[in-house]
């Protein structure tokens, strides 16, 4: 079986094209664009409720902050998991944009039922099925840019994907200053916006959005002896080309602390005053969304694996200057550069690679469990850093986690001609 | 479907969502307009009419063009004549020589002030965040703020507060009181998750405040010489100390467990013996404030109408069991200014 894996798997209609056949593609794909500006309707939907929800539910719903803390704990954990199920049930149908599109679904329900949320109990409910679609969606979605690319665009394809949906981030929290400024105490003006921006999202994806298949048109190139499509299998998952990616992702994702802790850490040394702590978070954005596309393209011709590894060397660079602490507004400024091309030179390219490393028929489940194993290994990295900072104090805990880093960087920088080559 | 007609559908689908949305955005503008147009319900006062008498002080939340602003009732009075100010505040404590001000200008500008006894801003500091709780010493020499540092939905240590005190006036600044010593059960610990909120003044230097670290909250002493907080109980949320400096009353979750529901109970410092009365509200989310020695009065949002809120009263002297009774009707954050 490994056997045939060597071929690499066939992605779009050009991908089975030789190479010199193909015409050179200045644009990107419209089915990449169109689910960019998916992305960016959501996040615009989501991002500008994400903004007043601590006033909406302590100031207009009358529950305690102790209370909003709960439901943001809520945000954290639950899609990491759904996300597999995401992928595997993309794979097994292999209709990854209806399937998307269920989770697209539910968030936008989400929004609706918030409408109508009072108590403590619902408004968790419901930033729970808001998580869940988001689970489910994503890793779908990424098999569809994946399959829509001409491989050697990829890095490309992932960072116009990447570019849209940072905007849609970086907008949602405008919409709801707008909308608070036309109508003062609109918070549920907000809410309804919110909720437009979500359906119309639902729409594009669902009414122009491309149905992309993972097995190729008709699924015949990979249809086995039998005549049966194949299945989707755990083993798939455990594929020799994917693995070393998973145990990359995972080493360099145990010493990635939360950007959130990057912020605290130069507010604790005065590099910044609480005030402008929202603000570290849009700088990050950014420069991200600058940032993606160049930075895909160049991980299209220096290889996927070599920039994903050097973006955590950039991540080591940004600890550094986070705890350097005069002139303090140069660390602040190095410190979101560098976050965002961190952000740059990950996101996009780990989706873009671990597509690339699995069988075509568990092409989603193999980009949802390198998502997954990067989503726990930061959270086991979160709660780490945050007994480290106890013990040593902020300064010699980021100087630690840098040189585990840096370390983990230079075992990583082994692997990647192998993990490019396998890839290609 | 054909591609010009899902094309077709699309546009259908966007336009009614736009129109949608700003027809509703227009019709909730209308009607906030109109809410605010409308003159309150309550009986007024002429304006500064109770400026000088035993009063209590809060936030007016009446559906009107008085909401959000800070109005008095005469402490003999309470439900009679209200006396509305032109100043807005989320949270306001008064003291007879003015009171401090935590607002909210826009999405992101939150503000401390400090407003004399004639409403006029003397000074202003920014926060972090939502506005949280503010206390003034009974004699009026030191003001503290706590609000909620807003964070975002990426950062992974669920919300955080900052508490800062300061000398009313300025002058002196002791920043914020999770850099004190923190002493735990007799154990000098440093947990980087600590949070303290809900100062109340014991006179001099000292205060108390809650700290919660681990997912527990404990009531802790405070003494702003020194630099330290100490613990004095455990479970105990947002104190208020009595007139008569013998009692703390605070918030505990009555039902541990699955949710969260506040009651109110009160400890007696002396002995340490801790004291819920039984016919106690549910689900309130204040700080506390005591009207006299033997009575708790505390803001509670009323469940059908959002945004509108009362302050109600609640006898805690020993063998009472009253059900709490509305004090202020459209009210929030009342203090008790009683020279």
């Not at chain 1, 049930?89 to 989770?103: C, E, F, H, S, Y």
């Not at chain 1, 989706?351 to 194993?373: D, K």
């Not at chain 2, 505040?89 to 004639?118: K, P």
């Not at chain 2, 009323?302 to 509108?308: I, L």
Request: aromatic letters at 6%.
């Amino acid at each position: 079986m490994y056997l045939s894996l060597r071929d690499r798997p066939p992605a779009g209609p050009d991908a089975r094209l030789p190479r010199d056949a193909r015409p050179a593609p200045r644009r990107v794909g419209r089915a990449v664009v169109v689910l960019g500006m998916v992305s960016l309707l959501t996040d615009v939907s989501s991002e500008s409720v994400a903004a007043i929800l601590p006033l909406y539910v302590t100031g207009v719903l009358g529950l305690s902050a102790m209370a909003y803390g709960f439901v943001d704990g809520l945000h954290q954990g639950l899609s990491a998991l759904v996300r597999l199920a995401g992928g595997w049930l993309a794979d097994r149908t292999d209709r990854p944009k209806w399937v998307a599109l269920a989770g697209y679904l539910l968030s936008a329900l989400a929004r609706l039922l918030l409408l109508f949320a009072a108590g403590l109990g619902s408004v968790a409910s419901v930033v729970a099925v808001d998580r869940l679609g988001k689970g489910i969606r994503t890793a779908p979605r990424d098999a569809m840019i994946s399959a829509s690319a001409p491989p050697e665009h990829l890095g490309r394809a992932f960072g116009v994907h990447r570019m849209l949906d940072t905007l849609g981030a970086a907008l949602g929290p405008l919409v709801a200053f707008g909308v608070l400024w036309a109508v003062p105490g609109g918070h549920r003006v907000v809410l309804v916006v919110s909720l437009a921006f979500a359906v119309v999202g639902v729409a594009l994806l669902g009414l122009l959005g491309p149905d992309v298949r993972l097995r190729g048109p008709d699924g015949a190139a990979d249809r086995e002896a039998d005549g049966d499509p194949p299945r989707v299998r755990l083993r798939d998952l455990a594929d020799r080309r994917l693995r070393p990616l998973l145990l990359v992702a995972a080493g360099l994702g145990v010493l990635t602390v939360g950007d959130g802790f990057l912020y605290l850490a130069l507010l604790e040394q005065g590099g910044i005053a609480a005030v402008w702590f929202p603000l570290m978070y849009v700088g990050t954005n950014v420069v991200y969304l600058l940032l993606a596309v160049p930075v895909g393209r160049l991980s299209d011709r220096v290889g996927r694996a070599r920039v994903l590894v050097a973006g955590h060397a950039v991540l080591a660079v940004a600890y550094l200057c986070a705890t350097a602490v005069e002139p303090a507004a140069v660390a602040v400024v190095a410190t979101l550069l560098l976050l965002g091309l961190f952000y740059a030179a990950t996101d996009g390219v780990t989706a873009a690679l671990a597509g690339r490393l699995v069988p075509v028929q568990a092409r989603a489940s193999g980009i949802a469990a390198a998502q997954t194993v990067v989503a726990l290994a930061r959270m086991a990295a979160s709660f780490g850093f945050g007994f480290l900072w106890l013990t040593l104090g902020v300064r010699t805990a980021l100087l630690v986690v840098a040189a585990g880093l840096a370390v983990a960087v230079l075992a990583a920088a082994t692997r990647v001609r192998r993990l490019d080559e396998a890839a290609a | 479907m054909s591609p010009r007609g899902r094309l077709t559908a699309f546009v259908a689908v966007t336009v009614v969502a736009v129109v949608a949305a700003t027809a509703y955005g227009l019709r909730e503008r209308d009607r906030v307009d109109e809410q605010r147009a409308r003159e309150p319900a309550v009986s007024r006062a002429a304006a500064g009419s109770l400026a000088r008498l035993p009063r209590i002080v809060f936030r007016h939340t009446g559906l009107d063009n008085r909401y959000g602003t800070v109005a008095m009732v005469a402490l003999d009075d309470p439900r009679g004549a209200r006396d509305f100010t032109d100043v807005q505040c989320d949270r306001v404590a008064a003291w007879s020589g003015g009171a401090s001000c935590l607002t909210t200008a826009g999405l992101t500008g939150f503000e401390a002030q400090e407003l004399d006894a004639d409403w006029q801003v003397q000074r202003s500091h920014p926060l972090p965040g939502v506005p949280s709780r503010t206390r003034v010493s009974p004699d009026g020499s030191l003001v503290a703020t706590t609000s909620f540092v807003t964070g975002h939905s990426y950062l992974a240590t669920g919300f955080s507060t900052e508490t800062v005190v300061r000398e009313w006036g300025g002058g002196r600044d002791w920043g914020n009181l999770e850099q004190f010593d923190l002493v735990l059960d007799g154990r000098a610990v440093s947990p980087v998750d600590r949070n303290v909120w809900g100062v109340t003044f014991a006179g001099g230097d000292r205060f108390y405040a809650t700290v919660a670290t681990g997912g527990a909250t404990w009531l802790v002493e405070g003494d702003l010489g020194d630099r330290t907080l100490t613990s004095v109980a455990r479970d105990a949320e947002c104190p208020a100390l009595s007139p008569d400096g013998s009692r703390v009353a605070f918030k505990v979750d009555t039902d541990p467990g699955s949710g969260t529901t506040w009651g109110l109970a009160v400890l007696d410092l002396a002995t340490g013996a801790r004291h819920e009365p039984s016919r106690g509200p549910r689900g309130v989310d204040d700080q506390v404030t005591w009207l006299d020695d033997d009575t708790l009065i505390y803001g509670l949002p009323r469940a059908d109408q959002p945004g509108v809120s009362d302050v109600w009263s609640l006898d805690v002297s020993p063998g009472a069991s009253r059900a709490p009774s509305l004090l202020v009707e459209e009210a929030w954050s009342p203090s008790v200014v009683d020279r």
